[in-house]
Structures are given as C-alpha cells and as structure tokens.
C-alpha cells in the first residue's frame, strides 16, 4: 500500500545501532526525519549521513530528530560511522535502523512487497531505498523526497522545506517557491482580506488569488 501524504506512518519496531526504538514513541511530540539507503559503506551515502550529522545543531533548533536506514545490519552501521565521521568531520549520533530484513522499506514503500536481499547483492538490488520523509508530531507523512543513486541529497533544502512545513503548519499560511524563513507568507483563500489586514498588518494582493504578507515578529 502506498504511503501518501498526511498519513500516518506504520508504528513499527525498529532495531537500530543504538538500541530498540518503537517509531512512534520515538518520535514522541517533535517532528522527525527519516533518509534511507540501500547499502552502508557506499560513496554517496557516505557524504550524505555525513551532511546531516554535521546539522546536528539545526535539527535541534527545530525540534526535530533524524534517523538512518539502511538495508545492512547493526555491526556494519557502527563499523560505517566511523568513515562517516571521517568524511563529514562530526560523529554520527542518530540511529541507523537496521533493515537487513526490510520490514520498513516496505512498510514505507519504498520496496515492494515480494523485495528480498540475494546473495552476493549490490545497492542496485535496493536503489529505490533512496527517500527523505520528513513526518510531523501526529506520526503523519508531511512530505517525501525520492533521490537516485548518483545524486546527493540537498539537506539545506531538507532544512528549508522543514521550516515551511513548521511555519505552514504553526501559523495557518503557505509558502511561495523558493520560500526562506524571514520571506513573504501566502495568505489562504479561505481568510477575508478584512480578517487578513487586521492579522498582518497589510496585504499585498498580486492577484485575487495570491495575496502576500509578513508574519508578526
């Protein structure tokens, strides 16, 4: 079954590097992220859980935690971290679930159903293993992202993709393209331009349907 948008994800248990979590429990009341990968000790993965343990910080402003897949056991996932801190200068300190078994990735639908790991297998057996889901308090889908093998993952735009989620969800607007925090809001059709104005201020109306306006500080 596909996971779609405002779902809720499945509340499987997970085991990981770190020990045993159940997902929605350990998502408790903060957002998550979970980027998954289909093979450890591989060059693009490597930069990539480099990146994000280098934004450690960031994800802490936001109130966020992060998790690994990846389709190999717990002792390679705590062998890897040690190239990952070689490569992204910062330790690694979110779990990587270990889905050797890939309950998970097809939980998430990112495999099918009849998937299974060969002998002798190569991260090509498990390429579509390659999602960012980013997932709100209420254990819902909020947005997915499915990258290739041979592309990195962008995890400045993870990050701002978070902030408009967050910004969208916590102050009942949308975000025009290219959104950063700081920038314009999109004011909702379904608000009056009286209610709009006496919220924010002013309006800038671009067109009947598209209206604009700063946040309150």
């Not at 408009?164 to 379904?190: C, F, R, Y």
Request: hydrophobic share 40%.
């Amino acid at each position: 079954m596909a996971l779609r948008i405002n779902d809720e994800i499945p509340n499987l248990t997970v085991e990981t590097d770190l020990g045993t979590y159940k997902l929605h429990d350990w998502i408790g009341d903060s957002w998550a992220i979970l980027f998954s990968h289909p093979k450890d000790f591989t060059p693009v993965c490597t930069t990539e859980f480099g990146a994000v343990a280098q934004l450690s910080d960031e994800w802490d402003k936001r109130g966020t935690k992060v998790m690994g897949i990846s389709v190999d056991g717990v002792e390679d996932h705590k062998k890897w971290k040690s190239d990952i801190e070689k490569v992204g200068g910062t330790a690694p300190k979110f779990p990587i679930v270990a889905d050797d078994g890939l309950e998970l990735s097809k939980a998430l639908d990112m495999l099918p159903a009849e998937a299974y790991l060969p002998d002798g297998r190569t991260p090509a057996d498990s390429a579509t293993v390659r999602v960012v889901f980013i997932i709100g308090p209420d254990k819902k889908l909020k947005l997915s992202m499915t990258y290739p093998m041979t592309v990195g993952r962008n995890f400045a735009e993870v990050l701002r993709a978070l902030d408009a989620l967050q910004t969208s969800t916590n102050e009942g607007v949308a975000t025009p393209a290219n959104w950063a925090v700081g920038q314009d809001v999109i004011v909702p059709t379904s608000v009056s331009d009286e209610d709009a104005i006496a919220k924010y201020g002013k309006i800038d109306t671009v067109l009947p349907y598209l209206r604009k306006a700063k946040l309150p500080s």
